[in-house]
């Protein structure tokens, strides 16, 4: 009976889900810290002319929709395996930087999704690729070096006689 009800449970949830979470610890963190987080979860064309590129300074702070988790450094958030992230640092006389926080297959991870095809867990592994189980973020921790603004040189001065 116990092997009927483990059997049955393994169908239904995802043995990565089950075995690894569907959050992740990430830690933020950035020199000198004290910088300000923020984020928008990744969906580079979820609509028509939205693809967001990392390249354009404050890319993650010019998009208000699909916010994504906030803090101050250094800084510890459990982020959704399944979400990728626009990650934005910004301190007072630094320059922003916007970074990705990406995804990757974890071994373990791997190990639990193949557990739903030992057992032919076809809801398993429905349940495993939504939630991001498998995956793992990367890179973890996400730390990032702020560069002080350059400052403008002085006006030149003029001499009189």
């Known amino acids: 009976m116990k092997w009927k009800i483990l059997a049955a ?4 949830a995802g043995c990565a889900t089950v ?6 610890a990430v830690v933020f963190d950035s ?3 004290g910088a300000e987080m923020r984020s928008l979860v990744f969906n580079p064309c979820s609509e028509p002319h939205s693809c967001i590129d990392v390249n354009q300074p404050n890319a993650a702070v010019d998009r208000e929709h699909h916010p994504g988790p906030a ?3 250094p800084c510890t958030l459990n982020v959704p395996r399944s979400q990728e992230l626009i990650v934005t640092f910004s301190k007072a006389a630094d320059a922003p930087q916007t970074v990705k926080l990406g995804r990757k297959i974890a071994g ?3 190990a639990g999704v193949a557990g739903n095809v030992v057992i032919d867990g076809v809801a398993g592994r429905v349940t495993d690729t939504a939630t991001g189980a498998g995956m793992d973020h990367d890179p973890n ?3 990032v070096v702020l560069r002080p ?5 002085p006006p030149a001065r003029t001499r009189t006689r």
Do not use: I, M, N, Y
């Open 149 to 153: 603004v350059a400052a403008a040189p």
């Open 9 to 12: 449970a393994l169908a239904v």
């Open 19 to 24: 075995t690894r979470g569907t959050t992740e």
């Open 71 to 73: 803090c101050t450094t």
């Open 141 to 143: 921790p996400l730390k």
């Open 31 to 33: 020199e000198p810290s």
């Open 108 to 110: 373990t991870g791997a």
